[in-house]
């Protein structure tokens, strides 16, 4: 696996002997199995199913986790019945980095589920997001959601940070943290597969929020316009928003490479998917981490909202939007969009009222956060494409309402990869990029019908 510290080693040798004293009655494991089932998280709950994922490890001499293939089963059982949780999903293909899918649910229950490889229940790591008390994973039972009314009119993908070109995963500042690595470069195998999965769940659209290069060099963007251009059609299939990676740089051979392959710079995008409006926003800083807007994109978006002020809109953007925002992640309030510009930006949304989500990437991490004004406007920054969770977000619109779902993508390669980079930041990653359940999975009622 490369880069598990001590630490990490002691709590999967304490898990060792849970996951043993855990074993079902009867099993290998009752003897002695030196599997560990470790880093359960459910990972997706919908309306009518959940997402599961965990990891088997075993132990070398030296106390050291390595990867170890077992099979993959979940019983389950509504939370409000007396019988005992039963084989619902059983894959007897072996793997180290385990993805059960459920579905067949019914919307707005509670089940109750046990996680297993080779008869061992798999146990969440001690992060808060999965092992506080009130966690899923922590209490065994899940609710499945309560989709809002009347028809499903539109599934849309929403995703960022790709860092097409990147080589190393994790630093922060001047190689701080330790990062990781991969070969092939982790890019290229997340971007592949995150195409596949949300052409497998039937996504009509799928918005990229910035960042979909390293450093926006020519070959960056080139490499990753012509994997996405395989894939779809730009403006059809896949719409783009520049993130601060990928402002210009002023190379050689481009002054703005990424420009040249996408968009030019600060430009707002207007993009219809029926009567749902989608507008792009180019929230990139001439060379800064922050962001901002400048003021004929501005007045743009101005005279956008103003003309049709009711109409259903989702804006996105790179830099996420609100105080809260700033103060919780780990760059500080200088790493969003600026505040005067954020303020701006808030006040057009309450004379907009068709505006209903903002998304936006950035910060690598899954969550909502509160607006600065009263406008009722989701702000969803959604995890990074490139590394753990590793996914992308389902955006499910309906004529009363929407729901989100995070959902991590499911190759060989993404899972594996999501496994190693779970350890990022000294293995704090979950407590920071994971998100709650609710930020990764919520329904909200509104009024949509004009759709």
């Known amino acids: 696996m490369g880069c598990c510290g001590a630490s990490r080693r002691t709590v999967l040798a304490a898990a060792a002997g849970a996951a043993l004293a855990a074993a079902i009655p009867g099993s290998g494991a009752a003897q002695f199995d030196p599997l560990i089932a470790f880093d359960l998280e459910i990972v997706t709950v919908t309306d009518?199913?959940?997402?599961?994922?965990?990891?088997?490890?075993?132990?070398?001499?030296?106390?050291?986790?390595?990867p170890v293939p077992a099979d993959t089963e979940v019983r389950l059982a509504p939370a409000d019945s007396p019988r005992e949780p039963f084989t619902v999903y059983h894959d007897d293909s072996r793997t180290p980095f385990h993805y059960?899918?459920?579905?067949?649910?019914?919307?707005?229950?509670?089940?109750?589920?046990q996680a297993l490889s080779n008869g061992i229940r798999a146990?969440?790591?001690?992060?808060?997001?999965?092992a506080a008390p009130g966690a899923p994973e922590a209490r065994g039972e899940f609710t499945t959601l309560t989709p809002p009314p009347g028809r499903l009119l539109h599934t849309i993908a929403l995703a960022n940070d790709v860092h097409y070109g990147e080589t190393v995963s994790g630093i922060v500042i001047a190689g701080f943290p330790p990062g990781y690595q991969s070969d092939p470069p982790y890019p290229r195998f997340m971007l592949d597969g995150l195409l596949a999965d949300i052409s497998a769940r039937d996504a009509s659209l799928l918005l990229l929020?910035?960042?979909?290069?390293?450093?926006?060099?020519?070959?960056e963007s080139r490499a990753v316009r012509q994997r996405l251009d395989a894939w779809g059609t730009l403006g059809t299939d896949y719409l783009v928003a520049r993130g601060n990676h990928d402002r210009p740089h002023d190379y050689p051979d481009c002054a703005d490479c990424w420009g040249d392959q996408f968009l030019p710079r600060q430009q707002l995008t207007e993009h219809h998917l029926g009567d749902l409006r989608i507008l792009g926003l180019d929230t990139s800083a001439p060379d800064a981490a922050g962001g901002t807007m400048d003021r004929p994109q501005l007045d743009a978006l101005t005279e956008t909202l103003r003309a049709d002020p009711d109409r259903p809109t989702i804006v996105f953007g790179h830099h996420p939007v609100t105080a809260e925002a700033g103060f919780t992640n780990i760059g500080g309030p200088g790493f969003i969009l600026d505040r005067a510009t954020a303020l701006e930006l808030q006040s057009l949304y309450q004379q907009a009222p068709g505006v209903f989500l903002h998304h936006s990437g950035?910060?690598?991490?899954?969550?909502?956060?509160?607006?600065?004004?009263?406008?009722?406007?989701?702000?969803?920054?959604?995890?990074?494409?490139?590394?753990?969770?590793?996914?992308?977000?389902?955006?499910?619109?309906?004529?009363?309402?929407?729901?989100?779902?995070?959902?991590?993508?499911?190759?060989?390669?993404?899972?594996?990869?999501?496994?190693?980079?779970?350890?990022?930041?000294?293995?704090?990653?979950?407590?920071?990029?994971?998100?709650?359940?609710e930020d990764r999975n919520h329904a909200v009622t509104r009024d949509l019908s004009g759709l």
């Open 48 to 66: 009518r199913g959940a997402v599961l994922t965990w990891t088997t490890f075993g132990l070398d001499p030296a106390g050291r986790p390595f």
């Open 100 to 113: 059960a899918e459920i579905d067949d649910l019914e919307p707005g229950r509670p089940y109750r589920f």
């Open 123 to 130: 146990l969440p790591a001690p992060a808060l997001t999965t």
């Open 209 to 219: 929020a910035g960042d979909l290069t390293n450093e926006a060099t020519a070959d």
């Open 362 to 437: 950035h910060t690598h991490r899954t969550r909502r956060t509160r607006p600065d004004l009263p406008c009722a406007v989701e702000f969803l920054e959604v995890g990074a494409v490139k590394e753990y969770p590793g996914g992308y977000c389902l955006l499910h619109v309906y004529e009363g309402g929407y729901r989100v779902n995070f959902h991590k993508t499911r190759s060989e390669d993404a899972r594996r990869w999501s496994s190693l980079t779970r350890g990022q930041y000294f293995g704090t990653a979950p407590d920071y990029l994971l998100g709650t359940i």
